[in-house]
């Protein structure tokens, strides 16, 4: 399996634009989860998706960021509009139901100017 | 609510132990242990479940205190390749996302 595949490795926007992060979970796993990495506020979980349907954003700063999953081998994170302040590492990560394991994608480094 | 990580930073020379601790205020399901390479994502080292269950990887162990709700991660005989921040990350009951400490980042020098 390729594992989890997110896109694009590297965004450089300007502050106002809209980004869309994606993510492809490992094939099968039933949980998706998107996490921010920041050295001010570590690692943060924002929204988690449980076969397709989101079950806790609580951690989702503001409404400027949204999440979907349309189907079970696709997600989005968007931020409309962006910020400097939402400059950071996203990561994706994907569980299957079965274990705790939590398989984590490379990330997707923002940078707002 | 986020877990409590020590110490922060350890500095080793190979062959060295080290001890990294975890402890949350709530009561846990499991607690998972990450590291993370500079640039790169987390990677799983091992998973505890709560029944005071310690687990081993190579040199790298875990024990899981489920009564204090803390748990250790001991590097044994460190080797270069144990360089990184390590991440201990907490689960509750029914809950199935995970907290992350601050992470402790671990060097080990020649």
């Known amino acids: 399996d390729a594992g989890v595949i997110q896109s694009p490795r590297h965004e450089v926007t300007e502050m106002g634009q809209e980004v869309t992060l994606r993510c492809k979970p490992i094939?099968?796993?039933?949980?998706l989860f998107w996490y921010r990495q920041t050295m001010m506020r570590g690692l943060e979980l924002l929204i988690y998706?449980?076969?397709?349907?989101?079950?806790?954003d609580s951690g989702m700063p503001e409404d400027r960021f949204s999440a979907k999953m349309p189907n079970a081998s696709f997600s989005t994170l968007k931020i409309q509009p962006s910020e400097p302040r939402d400059s950071a590492v996203y990561f994706c990560?994907?569980?299957?139901?079965?274990?705790?394991?939590?398989?984590f994608g490379p990330g997707t480094r923002l940078t707002v100017l | 609510q986020q877990p409590v990580q020590s110490p922060q930073a350890v500095i080793l020379r190979e062959g060295e132990d080290a001890v990294i601790n975890c402890s949350s205020s709530k009561a846990l399901y499991s607690v998972h242990w990450y590291r993370q390479k500079h640039g790169e994502a987390p990677v799983f080292l091992m998973i505890?479940?709560?029944?005071?269950e310690q687990k081993g990887h190579d040199k790298i162990s875990a024990s899981f205190n489920e009564k204090k709700q803390q748990s250790s991660l001991y590097l044994t005989a460190s080797q270069l390749s144990y360089s990184g921040t390590y991440f201990c990350g907490t689960e509750r009951e029914n809950d199935y996302k995970l907290s992350f400490g601050a992470g402790t980042t671990v060097t080990v020098r020649a």
């Open positions: 094939s099968g796993h039933d949980y």
């Open positions: 505890l479940l709560k029944g005071g």
């Open positions: 990560a994907s569980r299957p139901f079965s274990a705790g394991e939590q398989f």
């Open positions: 998706f449980n076969n397709n349907v989101p079950i806790d």
